[in-house]
């Protein structure tokens, strides 16, 4: 009679590990998804193409000013 | 996997009680990558103030951020002027290969762990979006024709 393999329980390190990582990735999920409804509510496409427009220069300047930081 | 199901979940959001069209499906798509790589700067500035990233990283990964946001321009200005399909395509491969230049030269070039851990997930949830505008762009050819 062969023993039976015996089952290696989950590390507590790699679950800790897999805790933190969907605890990492769901304020950022999150505060895209009320990014993402706040900045569409009641306009047209044009309107939140403008408004991207704007932000994408915005976090363009910022990239450059930190970059001289 | 988990990225997905953000991403998933957050189409379904923001499509909800909107207008229907491939036009409208890839500026929604879009406003959710820009917001994406905003939250994903926000989130390095915090690390590099806690001293968590050092100057050099630092500078490495708002260059990569840059780039990203002048090609997000370049991507808003020609959606807003109704651009053939093809370039609009070219546009957005350029945004896909800024971001995968931020996420080599930049991100994973971090030292600590954690930061690095934050900003991966950060930037891989905006890769997401971005692989459903490219998605969007495939699936119907006259996108660029606005209603």
Known sequence: MTPATPVTPPSASGAVAIIGDIAMLEPIAFNLVASLVRGLKGKSDAEILAGDATDWS???AIAHSEQSK | MR???AVTIMFCLSMFGCPKGA???AVVAEHAFKSGVGAFQKA???EYQNGRISVEEHHRIEAGIEKIGTS?????NAMQNGAANPTISADLQLLIDSTTALMNDGVLGVKNPNSQAILKA???TAQAVLSNVQEELNAAAPVAAKP
């Open chain 1, 58 to 60: 915005s976090i363009v």
């Open chain 2, 3 to 5: 990225q997905i199901l």
């Open chain 2, 44 to 46: 390095e500035i915090a």
């Open chain 2, 122 to 124: 950060s930037l891989q």
């Open chain 2, 23 to 25: 036009y409208h499906s």
């Open chain 2, 72 to 76: 997000g321009i370049i991507l808003v």
